[in-house]
């Protein structure tokens, strides 16, 4: 695994912790040349996955875009990227197992759902900051 940092091939993994329910595995990682350390994920990888909207068009899963939501909601103050990483692996994990597509409620139902038990001031945000990209229906329907 290549340094993000100087880009060394020499790591080492200074720790690995297994999550058994969500079946995927966290390494932190140090660089034997600059010592700097980085967090490395083992996972069921999550390729193409389509998400199915409301109108039934479907969109590529777009990793990125989950990515800056959750940097969003969890504001400046609480933020950890690893964190964020750690949510996103879990998330991405679970959906691997449900085949190529996947309906965009239940997708922001499992967000949702692992955000409650996280964070709740990112919960409350996140919610908030999709209404945006959702229609609110869907919203109220999964905020019941
Ligand atoms: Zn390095």
Partial sequence: MK?????NMETKVIDSRVVEDWMWIRR????????????????????????????????????????????IAYGKKNLSLEKIDDIIAKLENKWSWMGKEIASKKLWEDIL???RDE?????VRFASVFMEFETKKDFKDILK
């Fill in 28 to 71: 932190r990682r140090s660089c034997e040349y600059c010592e700097n350390r980085f967090t490395t994920y083992e996972k069921v990888a999550v390729t193409d996955l389509l998400v199915l909207k409301r109108d039934w068009s479907k969109q590529m899963y777009d990793r990125d875009k989950l990515k800056r939501a959750l940097v």
């Fill in 3 to 7: 340094c993000p940092a100087c880009s």
């Fill in 113 to 115: 759902n692992v955000l």
């Fill in 119 to 123: 964070d709740d001031v990112a919960y």
